[in-house]
């Protein structure tokens, strides 16, 4: 027996309590979009920027996730950053059934990025044009990194948060002070 499945009951319990402290963390929701004969898309809290020169940033991706080798396959991807009003799409594009009823782009619409042609929401908070610049092992994830070839947003909208497994709004959009 491996000392990893000697482990496996103690471990588990470890992940769901690492999981819960993750949790802790409110981060955005974005859905994450692939296109060309790999088109395919997901929802998403594990996005960051990595620079401002040049843009990139990241999103990290299970590597057992369908998105996952259509992401590799595809080589570009958008961040379509969610706002409030958009819980149902974040549902839509967690939830695995779509992909075998056919509607993995059924929800939303979408318009062909300008460089890749990557599929991007339309009514999105934000959105991302990106193209994949490098992949890094992550343990169960794969993170990658893009080159931000495009983007937009409307500051207008109340982004979508995710905090403690669940989705929330932000009480008030307003910053809090300088940084």
Do not use: K
């Not at 590597?63 to 379509?80: C, I, K, L, T």
């Not at 610049?133 to 992550?138: I, K, M, N």
């Not at 909208?157 to 307003?174: C, E, I, K, S």
């Amino acid at each position: 027996m491996t000392l990893a499945r000697r482990l496996a009951p103690e471990a588990s319990a470890v992940r769901a309590q690492f999981r819960s402290a993750l949790g802790c963390f409110p981060t955005g929701v974005a859905v994450l979009a692939t296109g060309g004969s790999a088109a395919s898309a997901m929802t998403a809290n594990s996005f960051t920027s990595v620079s401002l020169d040049p843009p990139l940033v990241l999103v990290c991706v299970r590597v057992d996730a369908v998105f996952h080798a259509s992401m590799e396959q595809s080589g570009a991807y958008s961040v379509n950053v969610l706002s409030s009003s958009q819980r149902e799409l974040a549902r839509h594009f967690a939830d695995p059934a779509r992909h075998l009823a056919g509607g993995e782009f059924a929800a939303g619409n979408w318009l062909a990025g300008a460089h890749t042609g990557v599929p991007l929401l339309d009514e999105a908070h934000a959105w991302m044009e990106c193209a994949l610049e490098q992949t890094y092992d992550g343990g169960d994830h794969s993170i990658f990194v893009g080159s931000v070839l495009g983007f937009a947003a409307d500051p207008s909208q109340q982004p979508l948060v995710f905090y403690a497994g669940g989705y929330r709004d932000l009480a008030d959009n307003q910053p809090s002070g300088q940084h």
